[in-house]
């Protein structure tokens, strides 16, 4: 691992830090690293409308390392902004305090950046080297890089099957998470900004939908059937960047039959059998694993699309 992926990864380690609050702005962290190799500095976006990370970290170094600055590296996870919104331009900052170097992680596909950020800071004479972690820092923002480019949300298909394939048994509702994985589907809600049900579920399970086995705000629910599809422009007006579906199976069917998915989690009860019910979704063939987890009993596989599959469309699933 060289110095600059060291640095960079401790960027991602500090942006995660504003999952839950930075929304809808992404997550970004940034670290101050004098020429010495010490880090003098580090922050993270906290909050929507608060100050940026690379503000946070500039604000963190101690007055008897300001003298440091004209020779040190700030490391982010993120391109630095270069227009006014809620605050001001941070390439403007990181210009007035003079640093020698800048490395980012990854380029801002936000429209009003996309680029200018790096382009100021290298007219202004500051060195600015782009890519360390790209793939990490662009994973770590997902949600808003496909919101922005795809005017639409992030969208997890998520359900429970029984070991035999079923999310039911008989076709009534039957807990096949433990304790412990309702918990973590609990901490998804409450990372994410909606959630959707179809109606027949929505009626027959009455489901909560709630987070009230984590921390965090409850998403917003949503019901679909034929009558009432989704409409994602309107989510995309609504600032909804990412979206959980669970369910029912055709529900989860629509969005896989349009090829409207970026995520797919699926729980697996492994001692679990029924024999007969609602047939869980069959996983497409052109996805790959990302993360494999196992809790006891329970197996959780979350997939992502093959880097080759084409990109999804948009559309009204119902």
């Known amino acids: 691992m060289t ?7 401790r960027c991602i380690q500090l942006a995660k830090n504003g999952r839950q609050n930075a929304k809808p702005n992404p997550m970004v962290g940034a670290v101050i690293v004098s020429a010495d190799g010490r880090i003098i500095g580090e922050g993270y976006h906290v909050r929507c409308g608060e100050g940026h990370a690379e503000v946070n970290a500039f604000a963190s170094v101690n007055q008897e390392d300001e003298t440091l600055l004209k020779e040190a590296t700030m490391y982010v996870s993120l391109e630095p902004c270069s227009h006014y919104g809620k605050t001001p331009p941070c390439a403007d900052l990181i210009i007035r305090k003079g640093v020698r170097r800048v490395v980012v ?3 801002d596909e936000f429209a009003e950046v996309q680029g200018r ?16 972690l790209e793939k990490e820092c662009k994973e770590l923002n997902r949600r808003f890089f496909t919101f922005h480019r795809e005017k639409r949300p992030y969208i997890i298909l998520k359900w429970a099957q029984t070991a035999n394939g079923f999310i039911d048994d008989q076709y009534k509702p039957v807990q096949i998470s433990n304790d412990f994985t309702k918990m973590l589907s609990h901490k998804l809600r409450a990372e994410e900004d909606a959630i959707l049900v179809g109606r027949v579920t929505n009626e027959r399970d009455h ?8 921390h965090g705000q409850n998403p917003k629910r949503l019901v679909i ?38 995520e797919i989690r699926v729980e697996t009860n492994t001692t679990m059998t029924v024999s007969g019910g609602t047939r869980a979704p069959q996983i497409p063939a052109n ?18 699309r093959n880097r080759q599959a084409p990109r999804p469309i948009s559309g009204s699933p119902t």
Not at 231 to 252: K, P, R, W, Y
Request: aromatic share 6%; net charge negative; charged share 20%.
């Open 225 to 262: 059937d034929h009558a009432h599809p989704l409409n994602l422009e309107s989510l995309h007006a609504h600032n909804i960047q990412s979206l959980i579906v669970e369910g029912g199976a055709e529900t989860l069917r629509s969005f896989l039959v349009q090829n409207l998915w970026d």
């Open 207 to 214: 489901p909560q939908l709630t987070v009230r086995d984590w």
């Open 117 to 132: 950020g790096i382009k100021k800071l290298q007219n202004a004479g500051i060195a600015v080297k782009v890519g360390v």
């Open 287 to 304: 996805v790959e694993v990302i993360r494999s987890e196992s809790y006891d009993n329970q197996m959780i596989i979350t997939y992502a």
């Open 3 to 9: 110095d600059d992926e060291k640095y960079m990864r």
């Open 105 to 107: 992680g990854c380029i």
